[in-house]
């Protein structure tokens, strides 16, 4: 069975508040060399372009939000964030890493 691709896979609403659940942290842990992503049992290493997109992931900010921040921080093109973002957030819901 393959996965699908993110070209194929559901799209995030752009008015989808997104935050981590319970029991699930994102830390700085030299330890471990950069951000990682705590969970029960668990733990994933974040690179810091996957921790700038985790920490904005509060619930406060929509998908569209956090896409435009992005986009205006890193002076890049608004779509080529949304692909990227969309396929990061959706890989780390399908974790249980990320509550959409």
Known sequence: ??????????SIALDARQRLPHGVR???????GGWVLLAPERVFK???????????????A????IVEDLAKTY???REKILGDVS???RGLADKRLLEL
């Open 87 to 89: 396929a990061l957030l």
């Open 75 to 77: 002076t890049a093109p």
């Open 26 to 32: 994102l830390v700085h842990n030299e330890a471990q």
């Open 1 to 10: 069975m393959t996965e699908p691709s993110a070209a194929s896979a559901p």
């Open 62 to 65: 929509t998908f569209g939000e």
């Open 46 to 60: 974040a690179d810091q372009i996957a921790a700038e997109v985790i920490k904005r992931c509060t619930g406060a």
